[in-house]
Every structure is written in C-alpha cells, then in structure tokens.
C-alpha cells in the first residue's frame, strides 16, 4: 500500500474558482454556492481547503460572522456553510480532516459555539458531525424556502461549553437515508420530536436517537 499524504491549508480568492467546482461535483443535485457566496463567505470567515498532492479533494466552508443575505446567528457562534468531498475521496475520513480544521478555525476566532444544517438523508454529513458532538436541536421545513421536501433541514449545534450529560433514555426514528430521496414520515416525527423538547443525539444507518432536553 502506498503512504497517503494530504495537505491542508486556507483558500484565498485565487482558489474560489476550483472550490466552486469541487462544491458542484460533492452536492450534485443539492444545494449550490454560488461564487458570490464563496467571495462572503472567505471576507467574513475562511475556507479549509484539502489537497491530495496538488489535486484539490476537499473544501470546507464557515463564517464567524453575518453578511447581507447569510443566515443570523448569535456573536458567540460560528455558522459552518458546505462541506464537500470529492466523490472519489468520500468514506476515507477526509471530512472528519476538513471539519477538524473548520472548527480550530472557529475557537481562534473566539467562538464557543457552532451552528449548521443539514438534509435530514444525508447520512454522511449527519454523522461525521454527530460523532463530533453536534445535537440536532431544530426542525425547519422552509429553511431553504417553500420548495418541500428539498428546502427542509435539520439545525445542529455544538456547545463547547455545554456539560454532556448522557440521558437515561432515548428513542429512535427511523429515517430511509438509504433507501429514497425523502422519508416524509421521518420528517414529521423529527419536527414533533423536536416541538416535544427531544434533541438528537446519535445516528446510525437505520435512523436518528433522540432524547428528552
Ligand atoms: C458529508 C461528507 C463531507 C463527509 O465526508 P467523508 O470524508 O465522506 O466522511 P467520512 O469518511 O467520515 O464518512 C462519514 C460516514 O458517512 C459514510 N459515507 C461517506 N460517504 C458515503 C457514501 N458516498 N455513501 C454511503 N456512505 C458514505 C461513511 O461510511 C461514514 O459512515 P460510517 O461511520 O457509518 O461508516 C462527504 O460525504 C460529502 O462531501 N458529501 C456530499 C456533500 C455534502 O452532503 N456535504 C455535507 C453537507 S454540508
């Protein structure tokens, strides 16, 4: 087997045209940055970008503070944007790399939070950020706008000041992350979960675990 090394850096505007490309080719069908958005986003935070050799395979997207048209967010908290991973490159742990970084970034900056959302099937992205202590603490069906199931989200944050108690016990929703492109009933039992005071707290290929706040 040959050694793996991979580099890590920032980007600077030079880079924004191949993140844009990288972003594209990761989400596919979903979402899409725009280059404006990639100009903001490196004016008002910083872009981790992950290179293979001088193949770029990873980029990672925050802001430690708002800009016309960004989502609101408190001054103590960093909003993370897009994480992506080249296709070719998913499954080896190059998230968990990028997202590291994207969080050194954060406490640099003096933020104790971390706020972002995802797709509710995006198994990949809900786990690599759960199993780094992101609860799910929001269900908003229009975040994106009114185009449901495609614009709904879950909201996750991670405390790092928050004590982690672990509760005594939890419940499970079965979410198809696999199996379809949306899983309406999941939807609607983690927006009830969630109106009911339950957070979620773990995952795994079957579905999400949530317990009483
Ligand atoms: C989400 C993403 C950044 C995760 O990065 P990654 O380097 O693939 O993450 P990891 O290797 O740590 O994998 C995380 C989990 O997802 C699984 N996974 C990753 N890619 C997968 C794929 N294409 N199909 C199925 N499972 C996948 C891994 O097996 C692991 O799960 P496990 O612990 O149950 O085995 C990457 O998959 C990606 O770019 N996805 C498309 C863009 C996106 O959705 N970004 C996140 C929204 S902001």
Redesign the pocket.
């Known amino acids: 087997m040959i050694d793996v090394q991979y580099q890590t850096r920032l980007a600077t505007k030079d880079d924004i045209q191949q993140i844009k490309e990288l972003d594209d080719l ?2 596919g069908s ?1 979402q899409g940055v725009s280059i404006e958005e990639l100009n903001q986003v490196i004016e008002n935070g910083a872009i981790v970008l992950l290179f293979d050799g001088d193949r770029l395979v990873g980029e990672s997207q925050l802001i430690t503070q708002t800009f016309p048209g960004s989502p609101a967010f408190p001054i103590d908290t960093a909003y993370f944007y ?4 080249h ?1 070719d ?8 790399l990028l997202t590291a970084e994207q969080e050194k970034f954060a406490v640099k900056q003096g933020k104790t939070k971390f706020l ?1 959302t ?1 797709r509710v099937e ?4 809900l ?2 950020r759960m199993a780094s202590g992101f609860k799910i603490i929001g269900y908003d069906k229009a975040y994106y706008g009114s185009n449901y199931p495609e614009d709904a989200r879950v909201i996750l944050l991670k405390d790092l000041g928050s004590q982690n108690s672990t509760p005594i016990s939890y419940k499970k929703i079965p979410v198809a992350f ?1 199996m379809s492109n949306h899983d309406q009933l999941a939807h609607e039992k983690i927006d009830q979960s969630i109106k009911d005071g339950f957070v979620g707290h773990d995952i795994d ?1 079957e579905g999400i675990f949530f317990a009483l706040k």
Do not use: A, E
């Open positions: 990761s989400f979903h897009g994480t992506g991973v296709p490159f998913q499954g080896k742990n190059i998230g968990k972002l995802i995006n198994y990949p992205s786990k690599l696999f290929r």
